[in-house]
């Protein structure tokens, strides 16, 4: 099993990996808005699905996958007003893939400023 890692200060913290990858599937954590240096994207919910986004891209190609190898999403977000703005970030990357996804309202997510949490998977060599 390989596994990457990331930014989060929860990693540690916490002890979980950003992403695992056990054959050919890997598997992206819940994904926050994190930059590198541990602080929350600024900006609106755009701006943090980016941020997300790239973290879980970024983490499947350490992991030797690429973006087209991704099957699944999950949006965790805490407004419905945020979800066409979201979606539209996930339509930037994942439009000509078109992976399986979810897009859940919950109450909050671990920190008060976060409007999105993102998870993925991907499948290395599907056809």
Excluded at 57 to 63: F, K, M, P, S
Aim: contains cysteine; aromatic residues 6%; negative net charge.
């Amino acid at each position: 099993m390989k596994r990457a890692g990331g930014a989060s200060p929860y990693e540690a913290l916490y002890g979980f990996s950003r992403a695992v990858r056990s054959g050919n599937r890997i598997l992206v954590a819940g994904t926050g808005p994190v930059e590198a240096d541990g602080s929350s994207t600024r900006g609106d919910a755009a701006a943090q699905a980016r941020r997300c986004f790239a973290i879980a891209v970024t983490a499947i190609e350490e992991l030797g996958g690429r973006v087209d190898d991704t099957v699944r999403t999950r949006m965790y977000i805490t407004d419905p007003v945020d979800a066409d703005a979201i979606g539209k970030v996930h339509a930037e990357i994942f439009g000509d893939v078109r992976p399986a996804a979810t897009m859940v309202v919950v109450a909050s997510l671990l920190r008060a400023e976060w409007r999105v949490e993102i998870e993925a998977e991907a499948l290395v060599g599907e056809a």
